[in-house]
């Protein structure tokens, strides 16, 4: 009873941890630490190198590990020096009671065990060294079928025998994450008692597998107009590890500014805009990772697919204006380029002008055009002309530019000047005053400029004794015609001339009329006696009929 007593003290005060190690049937015994309740955090426990007589490497190289029931970290074990501590927070351990018995029925053993563990391997079940176990009471262990584990009974020097789990055949957390077992004590008794309790052993996940992607290479085609944000592919790696070795992340090797990739759904997105332009493809290495560092490797080739999204342009190289008129055919006017940035269809082009226009577009080399005459020009029916250039694409829709040019044709001296008559009759009464106008000529000239600005002269008269200079005079500018003296139609009743207009091209051109003058009759002489003659002369010669024309003679 006093036993009993102390012991339930003990019970309050202290708990007792289990070690379990994955040790080799060479193995040590079992070591049991006791902490107090509320023990301050950091404080140490013990040293477990020490204690089970390893060196603190062969703890490291092992992997020593603390395990507990409920997988809180309650105790740290510093590898370096073997050294236990508590972890920051409450224990829940299991707490052996005094009958070994007992123990086994009440409680369940937990044991977590690596899935890369090897076979032979063999885990300790039996320890508590401070339990009052009849020496003679347990006889023998055995564990319920299974697959993979057997029981190893070992004696110890003090004559106590302890079970050992020996693995048997190779476990696998993916396929079979816990397995349960039970346990069974068999007393010496008569008849035998027995205790049974529950072994669960739970299988630890080692990153055994990296993730994979399904495909080496994802391709997607991508319009270049594809909105900031759009959803462009999804990708996703799996992962045969489970817990943290199975979890992905997704990114890219190198870093994007036009593609996103969510870290968990493999979901990439646009985060620039595309510009067909100026790359047609994009290699995106992607990586999945999972939480064991382990790596898989996959790529997207993003195509971009060309929109018509850029018009023709055209770019003037040359433009001749204005152009003389009666040039050759095949003038060049103007030499242009066009060009499309877009690709295929979208990039075509065709260019063209106005119909019913004297000229022609011609490809030259590359994606030139030249703009040549196709007949000589006359400025004369047209002087201006408004040539649209027009270029479209192929691509849907189409896209076109148009480019206005305006060609002058310029004045050639082609027209000579022309009279409004090619006669003009002029009458004038006698005695008129000198300096009379008498009247005026005119020529036009179809040309321009210089080429028609039109000087008028005076022709020499056809007869030589006519003395023009002195009966009329010309204005040079603008074909008035002046009597300089006074006429008598008694001396003279008619007279003609040639005018001349003259243009001032070079070389110049001119065109003749003639100009006829008839002196009209005006009262001037008294009557006198014909017969008989006052004085035997002869009478000055009469003037028959006033008016009409009569080559003047004198
Ligand atoms: C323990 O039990 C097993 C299985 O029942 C049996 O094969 C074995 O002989 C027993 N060992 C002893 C020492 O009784
Ligand atoms: C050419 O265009 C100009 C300016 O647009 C206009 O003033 C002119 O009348 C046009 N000429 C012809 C021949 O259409
Ligand atoms: C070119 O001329 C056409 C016809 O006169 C007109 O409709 C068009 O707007 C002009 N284009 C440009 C770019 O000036
Ligand atoms: C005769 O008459 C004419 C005309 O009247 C005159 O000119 C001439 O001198 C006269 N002759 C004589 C001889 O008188």
């Not at 007589?53 to 190289?61: D, F, I, N, Q, T």
């Not at 985060?271 to 790359?279: H, N, P, R, V, W």
């Amino acid at each position: 009873m006093a036993i009993r007593g102390a012991l339930a003290l003990r019970k309050r005060q202290v708990l007792i941890l289990f070690v379990l190690l994955g040790l080799s049937q060479a193995g040590p015994e079992s070591v049991c630490y006791s902490v107090a309740e509320e023990t301050e955090i950091g404080s140490f426990v013990g040293n477990l190198a020490r204690d089970l007589g390893l060196g603190v490497e062969e703890l490291s190289s092992r992997e020593a590990r603390v395990v507990s029931d409920d997988n809180k970290k309650h105790l740290h074990l510093d590898l370096p020096t073997g050294d236990f501590s508590t972890e920051p927070c409450v224990l829940h351990f299991q707490v052996v009671l005094e009958n070994p018995l007992q123990f086994f029925r009440a409680e369940k053993i937990l044991i977590q065990i690596s899935e890369s563990t090897t076979i032979g391997t063999t885990f300790l079940m039996e320890s508590a060294q401070d339990l009052d176990i009849g020496r003679n009471s347990l006889q023998n262990y055995t564990v319920s079928p299974n697959s993979h584990f057997y029981i190893k009974i070992r004696d110890s020097s003090d004559g106590k025998i302890y079970p050992e789990l020996v693995l048997d055949r190779e476990l696998d957390h993916e396929h079979e994450p816990e397995l349960r077992l039970t346990l069974t004590a068999l007393d010496g008794g008569s008849p035998p008692r027995s205790g049974k309790t529950l072994v669960l052993i739970k299988v630890l996940d080692v990153n055994d597998n990296a993730p994979e992607f399904p495909q080496r290479l994802y391709e997607v085609q991508v319009l270049e107009d594809t909105p900031i944000g759009s959803w462009i592919i999804t990708i996703s790696a799996k992962d045969l590890d489970a817990g943290n070795y199975g979890k992905i992340s997704y990114t890219f090797l190198d870093i994007w500014k036009t593609f996103e990739i969510h870290p968990i759904s493999g979901e990439v997105h646009l985060k620039a805009l595309l510009d067909f332009e100026l790359t047609q493809s994009y290699t995106i290495n992607i990586q999945a990772i999972d939480g064991g560092s382990l790596l898989g490797k996959s790529t997207i080739l993003v195509r971009v697919v060309d929109v018509n999204d850029n018009p023709p342009e055209i770019v003037m190289t040359s433009l001749t204006s204005p152009i003389p008129e009666n040039s050759s055919p095949e003038m060049v006017v103007a030499v242009f380029s066009v060009r499309d940035q877009d690709s295929g269809d979208n990039g075509r082009m065709i260019c063209s002008i106005q119909d019913n226009l004297p000229f022609v577009l011609k490809p030259t080399f590359k994606n030139f055009y030249t703009l040549v005459t196709e007949r000589p020009l006359d400025r004369e029916s047209r002087a201006e002309y408004n040539i649209t250039i027009t270029v479209t694409d192929m691509g849907t829709p189409r896209l076109k530019t148009q480019h206005n040019i305006t060609v002058l044709v310029s004045d050639v001296n082609d027209n000579a000047p022309a009279f409004t008559q090619t006669s003009y009759t002029l009458w004038v009464r006698e005695n008129n005053s000198p300096a009379l106008h008498i009247g005026s000529v005119s020529a036009t000239d179809r040309d321009a400029g210089a080429n028609a600005q039109l000087t008028y002269s005076l022709l020499p008269p056809q007869d030589p004794h006519l003395p023009l200079a002195s009966l009329v005079s010309i204005n040079a500018d603008n074909g008035h015609l002046f009597a300089l003296r006074s006429l008598d139609y008694e001396a003279l009743q008619a007279f003609e001339f040639g005018v001349g207009a003259t243009d001032r091209g070079s070389p110049a051109l001119s065109s003749q009329a003639r100009v006829r003058v008839l002196v009209l009759d005006a009262n001037d002489n008294s009557p006198f006696v014909l017969y008989p003659l006052q004085n035997g002369s002869a009478p000055p010669a009469p003037s028959w009929c006033p008016g009409r024309p009569r080559r003047a003679t004198w």
